[in-house]
Nanobody
Framework: QVQLVESGGGLVQAGGSLRLSCAAS????????MGWYRQAPGRQRELVAT???????SYADSVKERFTISRTGAKNTVYLQMNSLKPEDTAVYYC?????????WGQGTQVTVSS
């Protein structure tokens, strides 16, 4: 079992920055990848960024060069640094952890970008 707790969401002006954090606890040794997804009202949940056990990262085209995903060496905390935020980035952001047997999700944190 894995527990995920997100923090760092809030209200910012367009062009501003936010740093999201996801703290993982429980069977963290079983986690293969972690990442961030987001869901805006009336939209499907979409991938934002992922980081694998090896440290390899991937990003959605819409956030590449603006967002950066990173993690601690212990893999118990994952961050999403969001720069040059746009109103289109407004969504609930969810932390995700993938193990061999199961996917885990946090409760989500709201990010609102005003124009």
């Amino acid at each position: 079992q894995v527990q995920l707790v997100e923090s760092g969401g809030g209200l910012v002006q367009a062009g501003g920055s936010l740093r999201l954090s996801c703290a993982a606890s429980g069977s963290i040794f079983s986690i293969n990848t972690m990442g961030w997804y987001r869901q805006a009202p009336g939209r499907q949940r979409e991938l934002v960024a992922t980081v694998a056990r090896s440290g390899r990262t991937s990003y959605a085209d819409s956030v590449k060069e603006r967002f950066t995903i990173s993690r601690t060496g212990a893999k118990n905390t994952v961050y999403l640094q969001m720069n040059s935020l746009k109103p289109e980035d407004t969504a609930v952001y969810y932390c995700n952890a993938v193990t061999t047997y199961k996917n885990y999700w946090g409760q989500g944190t709201q990010v609102t970008v005003s124009s």
